[in-house]
């Protein structure tokens, strides 16, 4: 068997290749980074994934990064597991496709919404302007997903990692300032992902890390709220 590693760093979007690890029951070695010392800009870090993010897989030395090709190597290293749908090479194509809207059209929002500083050279004033178009934007996307789970629990009929990917958007944005009330299903859907056990044991690895790096005195003081862990709970909302 091939010697496994995924460089992961809690909150972060290596949550979904860590997920998918332990979904496919895989034997890995997980490596813990912590953004807020900075180790993901550390020489030694660098040396691995010079782009200075999580998540990087490592296999026997090969090295990969990306959350669409990394959950695909996953897929196709472990097929039993059933990470992606294995239907017909329409479905397969769609299942990528998906991804990649995730990581390239949805998930630079979350960061903006999160942390509106690093999108702008401008001062604080130029801060709402920013989460609001972000804002607009992931919910153009949660409309999208909104109506695909009309007629489904999961995106692809089956559960597969891409509702693994899902649910660290949904976390994200929700737990960033987007109103997810307007999105029922979606919420459910989050709810879901939580339930399964491997899901659980990764969120449950978040908090515990983190709380980790809390206790060492690395984390910020006006880090925003909702960073590890589970979906913030908008049911109470559509009832208040």
Known sequence: MPKVELYWG????????????????????????????GEAKSPEYLAVNPKGKVPTLVVDGWILTENPAIQTYIAGAYPAAGLLPTGDERTRLEALSTMAWF???????????RFPANATAGGPEAYEGIRAASRGELEKGFEILERRLADREWLFGDWSIVDGYMLWLWFRATGSGMDGTPFP??????????????????????????????DAGSVPDDIPPHQVGRAPDVSAQRTA
């Open 10 to 37: 809690p909150g972060s979007c290596a949550r979904v290749p860590f997920i998918a690890l332990e979904e496919a029951g895989a034997d890995f070695t997980l490596n813990v980074i912590n953004r807020f010392a």
């Open 103 to 113: 990581a390239s059209g949805m998930h630079p929002h979350v960061g903006r919404l």
């Open 185 to 214: 299903r979606c919420a459910d859907h989050a709810l879901r992902n939580e339930q399964r056990p491997a899901v659980a044991r990764v969120l449950d690895r978040e908090e515990l890390e983190f709380s980790r790096f809390v």
